[in-house]
């Protein structure tokens, strides 16, 4: 197969499994750009929680129970102990706090996004990967060797290569 050929079959590849992938494509960029944020409360809309919980539990136990973070008793007056987020009241086992969350599509995306293999679409992040490499690959058939620019896109590769190891070892 000559040299054309193969780069008009690399084009059509490229350009269909471009079209293809258009969706998921989006949810990547945009669960990446909300996952930048994660440790704020940007896009987070905040929700109050009653929660009944076991009236023997340490400060560590607690925090674990109501699935927060950096958990962490501020006084106790009575039977009710404060908490940055809210309130437990020792006597009912009744916990009152607030907690921020993704609205439920934007957790959908980041929770597919942060996939691993204990999460059953894993292999739909290995399929995606594999699919940007694809691209990375194919882009360099996507224009003849000998045209100016193909020699042009060598030099933004260089640049791209460059600026990444930069902001690697930054």
């Known amino acids: ?9 690399f084009r059509i590849y490229h350009r269909y499994l471009g079209f293809f992938l258009t969706g998921i ?26 929660k009944k919980v076991a009236t023997n539990l340490n ?3 607690l925090g674990k129970t109501l699935k927060i973070k950096n958990f962490e008793i501020e006084r106790t007056e009575g039977e009710i102990i404060y908490f940055e987020q809210g309130i437990l009241d020792t006597s009912s086992g009744i916990a ?10 934007l957790e959908s995306f980041t929770k597919l996004h942060k996939a691993n293999t204990n999460h059953p ?14 691209f990375v690959i194919s882009a360099f058939w996507m224009f003849m060797p000998s045209t100016k620019i193909f020699r042009k896109g060598i030099f933004f590769t260089i640049g791209g290569i460059i600026l990444t190891l930069i902001l690697l070892f930054v």
């Not at 409360?41 to 929680?49: A, L, Q």
């Not at 009152?96 to 599509?105: E, F, G, M, R, T």
């Not at 894993?122 to 490499?133: A, H, K, M, T, V």
């Open 96 to 105: 009152k706090y607030k907690v921020s969350q993704l609205p439920v599509i």
């Open 121 to 134: 679409l894993y292999f739909l992040n290995i399929f995606f990967g594999l699919s940007l490499l694809f």
């Open 1 to 9: 197969m000559n040299n054309r050929k193969i780069s008009n079959k």
């Open 59 to 61: 400060e560590e136990q």
């Open 25 to 50: 494509m989006a949810m990547y960029a945009i669960s990446g750009i909300v996952l930048i944020f994660r440790n704020t409360d940007t896009f987070k809309i905040e929700e109050t929680v009653e």
